[in-house]
């Protein structure tokens, strides 16, 4: 009885308290690795996917999932430089128009064509690349101001506009999704969709509302990629729709949906950020990254399992 | 109203095999180089390698599963058949077998015992098998040894045919059998439909769902260890994306991602289309990224008619 309970309080907290580990043990194995300059760091290399793995997170609560979000995010970033020329408003219109009409096709053809979310959003991942590639024409595209920058390294209170972009997007859409109803009708969707039919939820509308979401993060995202390299290819995100749902779930939102938060995704993302910030800074070979955000992945679901039937 | 259905009922179980003529007719027409002996051998090979893994997807996903892992699978096959190549001719065939093999179980086992997605569990293994082959060979080619036994298995060809192609048949027509002809397969289809169900009935239902991960796997390091021979060498990239090519093809032959539904012989119609459809876009010198955009069109219009046909 006492250890089911520790159990499920060690579980709980497992993201935070694996955090807390890493922390500890890479301010032992590196002397730069608690300075200012590379928690900074830590939280700019976080936001690109983070910024994405809030509209992720929203999708996995529903039982959805967007493979797309790599192309999408190549593909914002594409226009992007090619739109620099008319101004910052326009590139900035620009790309977040392109990806959430590529969010809007994924939400009709899951919701209003009963795709599983699966294939819709494989088709587009596969229509994205090629369509990037088309405009690119197989290269890599230069921006031609450096204008963007000011942007991409430019700081606030020492913290870079980047970061503070993904922390009030989150923080927002955390509450949002935990405070108001609009929030608790995606929870219901994921979580009980006959009862959500019997409320009155517009499931459609909002299965398509939360992909248009996603695409218009992709387009941000895209922006953040655009203001610090300038340079864009069909390349660009190619395993980002693995990577962001690998935080989302080692975060602990489930991915059968109706059970997480943003709250857990931002452990998620913070995880993983430490992981690669503290493997480059002991010089460890980046593939080994992949290898343990593998295993992270498959441990977590498998504790998850344990807890859950040990509970019953 | 009755001759109407019947006319519906019939379209769809065979449109795809009429898109099919109707492609080979269009392509021989209009694509001068496409109606050749050379140049069919030429898809036929082309259509093998991706062609196994998906014979072998097909039973994964009628068993109700998906998995990710394949094209990791194949860059790991092809780097141990290599480096094992320097030891002997046997381990460089056995050696990939069995660990895929091995690697096949654990993506079932682990399935199956903690009831977790096999999307999430084959994309950490995904992830695990690049990130392991990428270290065992530090990122670089491995060179196979010019004049060696192993180069015999995949390249020249039997009686006119590439060796590639006459593998491939055999694969097939044993996979087709299996499935289609035997008691396992009609228990493969049963416990996609109706996994609870089908233990109820008293078949072993975790242990099919493990094995149908096992020869998806093995399949995979089979298709490798043709690629490595025929190239006398191994990327540890190699097979990268093999994963969604080899889904598309099943999903446009038919086959539900849902589990329980679907056929061998129409994802071997669905790799041939796809390859026929590939091979006339580099005859008519089309931009590269056009494969892309008519995969994904392609891919979105056979779900959506699988769909609506399905509902009459």
Known sequence: ?312 | MQSGYKVKKFFSSQILLYSFILLLILLSVFVPAFFSARNILNILRQASTIGIIACAMTIVLIGGSVDLSVGSVVGLSGVLAISYLYRSLWLAILIPLLVAGLIGFLNGIITVKFKVDSVIVTLGSLAIIRGVTLLYTGGKMVDGILGSPYMLIGSGDFFGIPKPVVYFFFVALLLSLLLHKTKFGRQIFCIGSNFEASRTVGISAERLKVITFVISAVFAAFSAILISSRLNTASPLEGTGYEFDAITAVIVGGTSLFGGRGSLPKTILGVLFLASLNNAMILLNLNFSFEYMVKAFLLALFVYLDIRLKDI
């Open chain 1, 1 to 312: 009885m006492n250890t089911n309970i520790i159990l499920k309080r060690i579980n709980e907290n497992k993201v935070i308290i694996i955090i807390i580990l890493l922390i500890i043990l890479l301010s032992f194995l590196s002397p730069v690795f608690h300075t200012y300059e590379n928690i900074v760091n830590v939280v700019f290399e976080i936001t690109v996917e983070g910024i994405i793995a809030i509209g992720m997170t929203i999708l996995i609560l529903q039982k959805n999932f967007d493979l797309s979000v790599g192309s999408n995010l190549a593909l914002a970033a594409t226009v992007a430089i090619l739109l620099q020329r008319y101004g910052p408003v326009v590139t900035i219109i620009g790309a977040i128009l392109a990806s959430s009409l590529a969010g809007l096709i994924n939400g009709i053809m899951v919701s209003y064509l009963r795709f599983n979310s699966f294939v819709a959003t494989l088709a587009m991942m596969f229509f994205l690349k090629g369509l990037v590639f088309y405009i690119v024409n197989g290269e890599t595209v230069k921006g031609i101001t450096q204008y963007y920058y000011k942007f991409g390294y430019g700081t606030l209170l020492k913290i870079p506009y980047p970061a503070i972009v993904f922390l009030v997007l989150i923080t927002v859409s955390g509450i949002l999704l935990s405070k108001t109803k609009l929030g608790r009708h995606i929870y219901a969707i994921g979580g009980n969709p006959i009862a959500a039919q019997y409320f009155g939820i517009n499931e459609k509308a909002f299965i398509t509302s939360s992909f248009v979401l996603t695409g218009a993060l992709c387009g941000i995202a895209g922006l953040i990629i655009m203001t610090r390299v300038n340079i864009a290819s069909g390349a660009l995100g190619l395993y980002t729709n693995i990577d962001v749902i690998a935080a989302v779930i080692i975060g602990g939102t489930l991915f059968s949906g109706g059970y997480g938060d943003l709250f857990k995704t931002f452990q998620g993302i913070l995880v993983l950020g430490i992981i690669a910030n503290g493997m480059t800074l002991l010089n460890i070979q980046s593939y080994l990254q992949q290898v343990i955000k593998g295993f992270l992945l498959v441990l977590v679901i498998v504790i998850d399992s344990i807890v859950t039937v040990r509970r019953k």
